[in-house]
């Protein structure tokens, strides 16, 4: 696994941002984005609270980010997330031209990272994701069984 150390240092400040999730009776699902080792976008689950399909933590940490850096493009940036993304956050990471994503836990019901598909890196699309998985995995799905 490369950059463990940086990877476990940002999946934790995915994990802050899950906690923020879990605080407001929200599925605790966290994520960050790095651009050259600093946070441009942070985003948690809020669903519920916003009434709003599309309130998913990476939309929200993408939205930021592109806001942050003044480009829809994330080339160079890495997200970490708190539990593998659904197949919406999929398609957005690859729109996005994120160029690596850190998973914490696999989500075999929804997820789109490897569990149901792997939208990251079908080579029929025009960009391809490189993909971490299982960082900090224990933490990250210790706080989805703590929830439900």
């Known amino acids: 696994m490369q950059n463990l150390s ?8 995915a994990i802050r941002q ?9 599925v605790p699902i966290g994520c960050v984005i790095v651009f050259e080792d600093k946070i441009v976008g942070r985003g948690y689950n809020r669903r519920t609270t916003d009434k709003n399909t599309l309130a998913h933590a990476e939309l929200i940490a993408i939205r930021k980010a592109s806001k942050k850096l003044g480009d829809w493009r994330l080339e160079g940036c890495t997200m ?8 919406m956050c ?4 690859v729109q996005s ?12 019901k929804a997820g789109c990272a490897g569990s149901i598909l792997n939208l990251l890196q079908m080579e029929e699309f025009n ?3 490189d993909l971490e998985t299982g960082v900090l995995a224990e933490d990250c799905s210790q706080m989805m069984k703590t929830f439900f």
């Open 18 to 26: 899950a906690k923020k999730a879990y605080a407001i009776k929200e």
């Open 97 to 108: 031209r994120m160029s690596r994503v850190v998973v914490g836990c696999m989500n075999p």
């Open 80 to 87: 970490y997330v708190t539990l593998e993304p659904c197949q």
């Open 6 to 13: 940086i990877d476990e240092k940002y999946m934790k400040e």
């Open 90 to 93: 999929s398609g957005a990471i």
């Open 127 to 129: 960009h391809q994701v």
